[in-house]
């Protein structure tokens, strides 16, 4: 079992920035592929990146070149820092953990997800 919190959201003018933070607890967090994912209102939910347990990442388009995942496997923590953000941005951003190794974009893959955090960005 893997317990995941979230945190970082917030309010943030176009073009600014965030970093996300997921804090994992339970098991051993260097043995699961980490995902971010949002959801805006009345859509549904959207692959954003995924680290694989060695690092191994992938971007959903709009974001490549602005979001990085990353994570510090000693502290159990999976980060999604997140600049030049526009108002499409805006969502409900979670993430999740997988046991498997390979690059996972579906969310049933995952199996372990945290409460969410809010971001807004303003125009």
């Known amino acids: 079992q893997v317990q995941l919190v979230e945190s970082g959201g917030g309010l943030v003018q176009d073009g600014g920035s965030l970093r996300l933070s997921c804090a994992a607890s339970?098991?051993?967090?260097?043995?699961?592929?980490i995902g971010w994912f949002r959801q805006a209102p009345g859509k549904e939910r959207q692959f954003v990146a995924t680290?694989?347990?060695?690092?191994?990442?992938l971007y959903t388009d709009s974001v490549k070149g602005r979001f990085t995942i990353s994570r510090d496997n000693a502290k159990n923590t999976g980060y999604l820092q997140m600049n030049s953000l526009k108002p499409e941005d805006t969502a409900v951003y979670y993430c999740?953990?997988?046991?498997?190794?390979?690059?996972?974009?579906?969310?049933?893959?995952?199996?372990?997800w945290g409460q969410g955090t809010q971001v807004t960005v303003s125009s």
């Open positions: 999740a953990a997988a046991s498997l190794g390979s690059i996972l974009v579906d969310p049933p893959a995952y199996g372990y």
């Open positions: 339970g098991r051993t967090f260097s043995n699961y592929a």
């Open positions: 680290s694989t347990f060695r690092g191994t990442a």
